[in-house]
C-alpha cells in the first residue's frame, strides 16, 4: 500500500484525546455487521483515520477485527506527523501508519473507514462534505458478488467508552444510526443526545426527528421500568422492542442485548420523515 499522492492531507488536527479500549463498543459492532464483507475481500483493508496521540485504537481494531477476518489489515491514519512518528514503533504485520486526512492516503480503496471523535470540531455545515469525500474513497458495491461495498463508520464517544452513537455509511452515502451505551451506567436512553454525532447533536431540538425519537425511547424505557427486576439489560430489549411499533430499527434482540439500538438513518435525518 503506498501513498496516493504526496499532497497536503486534507483536515485539521484534533485533539488528540485516547484511552485504551474507548471505541470497544463500535468495534465490536463492526466486527458483527460488517465482519461478512471482510471476510469475502482476498485483501482487506481497514482505515483507523484520527486515532489520535496514542495509537492504541489501530491496535486494538485490529485484534478484534482479526478474530472475524483474519486477512483483515489495518491503517492509521493521522494528519499530525508527529502522531504518525510516535505510532510508528507499534507497527507489525498487518498494521501501519500513514500521515494524511479526510484524502485516505492509500493507493487502495478501503472495505472500512473508522472515523471517531474526529468530526466532533467541525461545523455542522461542514458534515456533509467530508461524508461524501471519504464515502467515494470507500470500495465499490460488487453486486455480482453480493458485496454492498466499504464501510465508513462516524461517531463520538465519552472518554472510556460507556456511551457512543454512530452513523454507518455506504458508498451510497448514510445507512443507519447507531446508540450503544454500558447500560448499568444509564439513567435513560436520552442521556445518550451528548454523544451525538456532529451531523444530529444540534438538531436534537423539539421538531427534530432525533429528538422525537429520543423522546420515544425515553417513554419506551419508563414504561418498561418492570422489567429492571430482571436487570437493565432486559429492560433495554423490552424498550428497544416497543420502539419497533413506530421506527424502523434495523436491528434484533440480538443486538439489543449488547446494549445497541440502530435505527435507519433516513428518519433520523435533519429534515426526515418519521415513520409510524
Avoid at 205 to 225: I, K, M, T, Y
Wanted: glycine share 10%; charged share 25%.
Amino acid at each position: 500500500m503506498t501513498s496516493r499522492a504526496a499532497s497536503r492531507p486534507v483536515g485539521t488536527v484534533t485533539r488528540g484525546t485516547t484511552n485504551p479500549n474507548r471505541l470497544r463498543r463500535m468495534d465490536r459492532w463492526i466486527a458483527a455487521t460488517h465482519g461478512a464483507e471482510l471476510r469475502r475481500a482476498a485483501d482487506p483493508v481497514a482505515v483507523d483515520l484520527g486515532y489520535g496521540a496514542a495509537p492504541w485504537t489501530a491496535v486494538e481494531l485490529l485484534a478484534r477485527l482479526r478474530e472475524h477476518a483474519p486477512r483483515t489489515r489495518v491503517v492509521g491514519v493521522e494528519i499530525e506527523p508527529a502522531r504518525v512518528a510516535a505510532a510508528k514503533p507499534y507497527e507489525r504485520e498487518g498494521l501501519v501508519f500513514r500521515h494524511g486526512g479526510f484524502e485516505i492516503p492509500l493507493s487502495r480503496r478501503p472495505l472500512l473507514i473508522r472515523a471517531a471523535n474526529v468530526l466532533r470540531q467541525y461545523d455542522e455545515a461542514e458534515v456533509a462534505a467530508v461524508w461524501e469525500r471519504l464515502c467515494a474513497r470507500l470500495a465499490p458495491a460488487d453486486p455480482a458478488r453480493g458485496s454492498r461495498g466499504g464501510l465508513l463508520v462516524e461517531g463520538t464517544c465519552d472518554e472510556i467508552g460507556r456511551r457512543h452513537v454512530w452513523v454507518a455509511l455506504g458508498p451510497e452515502g448514510p445507512r443507519t444510526v447507531t446508540f450503544a451505551t454500558r447500560l448499568g451506567s444509564l439513567e435513560r436512553p436520552s442521556d445518550l443526545a451528548e454523544r451525538l454525532p456532529k451531523a444530529l447533536i444540534h438538531r436534537n431540538v423539539p421538531g427534530e426527528p432525533v429528538h422525537s425519537f429520543l423522546r420515544d425511547f425515553d417513554r419506551a424505557w419508563a414504561a418498561a421500568a418492570p422489567y429492571a427486576s430482571y436487570g437493565a439489560r432486559q429492560r433495554w430489549i423490552r424498550a428497544a422492542r416497543s420502539l419497533t411499533t413506530d421506527w424502523p430499527l434495523t436491528d434484533g434482540p440480538s443486538r439489543w442485548r449488547q446494549g445497541e439500538v440502530t435505527v435507519a438513518w433516513g428518519v433520523l435525518a435533519p429534515g426526515g420523515v418519521r415513520v409510524g
